[in-house]
């Protein structure tokens, strides 16, 4: 997992693997630090993972959110 030079946010509704176990995660971590080299004005960024139809038969469907 890269490190980033913002700080990331997690939150992970989807399952309870550790983030830092968590492929979903560590992938969100090393796509966003490639897409902020040379950029100095990121101060953040918060990722939100959740599953809205979990209770339904269509439960494979996933949403993220990302917020810059």
Do not use: R, W
């Amino acid at each position: 997992m890269d490190s980033a030079s913002f700080s990331i946010e997690i939150n992970n509704e989807i399952d309870d693997v550790k983030k830092s176990k968590n492929k979903n995660c560590t992938l969100a971590v090393d796509l966003l630090s490639k897409l902020a080299k040379g950029y100095n004005d990121i101060s953040g960024v918060m990722v939100n993972f959740k599953q809205p139809a979990k209770e339904h038969q269509t439960a494979y469907i996933n949403e993220v959110t990302i917020v810059v």
